[in-house]
Structures are given as structure tokens and as C-alpha cells.
């Protein structure tokens, strides 16, 4: 186990803001695939607002870290796609289409990440009581948006849930 310190440490920012940037390449190659198989159902605006958005608050990270003068580590970048494609491959009992899970597991690992992005931003603004470079008042409305983004994300999660069951015998 690691010694904890009180020093602070540089580059513990950076190796921050570079693992929720790989999160957040994830998050937006999710955010995409939703809306694209989501096309043209009810669904389909709601998530292609979120995409959008997502992707927006990934450049937004970009920025921030360019004014913190915080270098981007492309290999972590990397990795996070790496994985999010090979967590595609899990089969949920079909091999040639999707799943009525598919959905519901998509929308939950898209909130879990929107909330992790929450938390990202509520970092930063404590950050921003001793870093001027960092504007309080951008964060704030960032988890504001986070926020609902995460709202709006379980509400389309129920609404997949009930479709994914509505049709399911009651058998376990």
C-alpha cells in the first residue's frame, strides 16, 4: 500500500483531468452509437441532444486543461475506446442483433459516466477557490448541465426498461 502524504503534487491534476478525458472519449463514442440506433424512435432526440452535449463538455475539458497548461496523454485516451469497443462484444443472448438489454445496459453505463463527470466538474470548483485561471462560474454551470443530462438519461432508462420487460415472460 502507498504512502499518503500531505504534499501536493503537480501532476496529480493532470493525471486526473487525463483519466476523465479518456472517461469522456467513451462517454461520446456511447453517447453517438445511442442516437444512431436510437434514430427515429421517441428516444432519439433526447439522445442525440445528449451526444451533442457530451461531446461539447469533452472540449470543454480540453480547455480547461489547456489553460491549466495540463499536457493530454493520448495512450489513456486510447485505452478508454479500446475498452468501451471491447465491451461491445459482450453478446447479451444475441449474435446477429442487439438485445432489448442492450439499451438499458448502454443508458446505465452512459449515467454512470455523466455522473462521473459531475463529480469531475465539483472537483474542479474546489480547484477554482485557489486557481483563478479556473472561472467558478463555468463549473457551476457545468454541473448544472451534468445534472440533467443524468436526469434525462434515467428517464430513458426506464423507458427501455419497461420496453425490454413489457414483452418477458416472468420466468427467471
Known amino acids: ?4 502524504t500531505n504534499e501536493s503534487d503537480p501532476r496529480l491534476l493532470g493525471t486526473y483531468l487525463n483519466d476523465h478525458l ?5 462517454g ?12 427515429g424512435t ?3 432526440p433526447a439522445l442525440a441532444r445528449t451526444a451533442a452535449a457530451v461531446e461539447q463538455d469533452r472540449a470543454t475539458l480540453l480547455q480547461i486543461m489547456g489553460m491549466l497548461g495540463v499536457p493530454r496523454r493520448g495512450y489513456k485516451e486510447l ?11 459482450k453478446l447479451n443472448n444475441r ?16 449515467w454512470l459516466g455523466v455522473n462521473g463527470k459531475s463529480r469531475l466538474w465539483r472537483t474542479l470548483r474546489a480547484v477554482a477557490n485557489r486557481d483563478a485561471r479556473l472561472s ?18 434515467e428517464d430513458l432508462r426506464g423507458h427501455a426498461v ?10 427467471v
Open 1 to 4: 500500500m502507498g504512502h499518503v
Open 22 to 26: 479518456a472517461g469522456a472519449g467513451t
Open 28 to 39: 461520446v463514442d456511447l453517447a453517438h452509437r445511442l442516437a444512431r440506433v436510437h434514430h
Open 42 to 44: 421517441p428516444a432519439g
Open 79 to 89: 485505452a478508454g475506446r479500446v475498452a468501451e469497443k471491447v465491451g461491445r462484444l
Open 95 to 110: 449474435l446477429l442483433r442487439r438485445s432489448p438489454m442492450s439499451s438499458v445496459i448502454e443508458l446505465e453505463t452512459l
Open 136 to 153: 467558478p462560474e463555468l463549473l457551476d454551470h457545468l454541473l448544472d448541465r451534468a445534472r440533467e443530462q443524468a436526469d434525462e438519461l
Open 162 to 171: 419497461n420496453e425490454a420487460f413489457a414483452a418477458q415472460p416472468h420466468r
